[in-house]
Structure formats: C-alpha cells, structure tokens
C-alpha cells in the first residue's frame, strides 16, 4: 500500500507562484511515475505534469509549458510542482497520483494506481 499527501494549495493572484508537494509513504520501493492532475470549475479533470523515477523524464500539458516544473527527491520520496506565472485558469483542485506498475500513458489517470486527496488552488484575476 502506498499512501499520498499533498501540501501547499492556496490562494495567489494572478501573475503569482505556488509551490506543491505530494509525499509518498508506504510501499515506495515500486515508485515508476509520479504526476499531478487537476480539475477547474465547469471542467473536466486534466493531465498537468508526470516524472519518472528511473530516468527522471518528464512530462507537461500544453497549457502549463514553460509555467510549471515538477521534479522529484527520491530520498523523500516526494514530487513537487512549481507554478509560476498563475492564471485564473490554473484555478482548480490538483490531485498528485502514483504508478507503481503497468504500461507508462503518464497524461492519462488509469495509468496510476494511488491518489492524493487533493489541494486547492485558486488564482484570482
């Protein structure tokens, strides 16, 4: 079993930044990929961003390119999610999930097996 907990959800304006980080505890030996979801208001949930474990690559949507980082710590056992430049747009609750085995889609959620409860971020204009 694996366990996820998110941190740093909040309220920015826009042009502003926010920094997440999702720890994971429990069965992490198995760790493959790590990502962060989201869903806006009036809106289905998105893709973000993923990382691997073993080469470390990683993966952006479109529309956060060039906004946002994730990087991992592997010591922690932790992925982060730096924002920067915030939108209302990016307003929404961002879910960090985990994928400890199976084919690697990383933009699509039944690839991971463990979800975060979620943390809210919301950009005002």
């Given at each position: ?5 998110e ?16 720890a ?18 009036r809106k ?13 690559d ?11 980082t ?9 992925v982060?999610?730096?924002?920067n430049?915030?939108?209302p747009?990016?307003?929404?609750v ?8 199976g084919?690697n ?6 690839t991971?097996?463990?979800?975060g409860?979620?943390?809210?971020v919301t950009?005002?204009?």
């Amino acid at each position: 079993q694996v366990q996820l907990v998110e941190y740093g959800g909040g309220l920015v304006q826009a042009g502003g930044s926010l920094r997440l980080s999702c720890a994971a505890s429990g069965r992490t030996f198995s760790i493959k990929t790590m990502a962060w979801f989201r869903q806006g208001p009036r809106k289905e949930r998105e893709f973000v961003a993923a990382i691997t474990w073993s080469n470390e690559d990683s993966y952006y949507a479109n529309v956060v390119k060039g906004r946002f980082t994730i990087s991992r710590d592997n010591d922690k056992n932790t992925v982060y999610l730096q924002m920067n430049s915030l939108k209302p747009e990016d307003t929404g609750v961002y879910y960090c999930a985990l994928q400890t085995s199976g084919y690697n889609v990383p933009t699509r959620d039944y690839t991971y097996q463990y979800w975060g409860q979620g943390t809210q971020v919301t950009v005002s204009s």
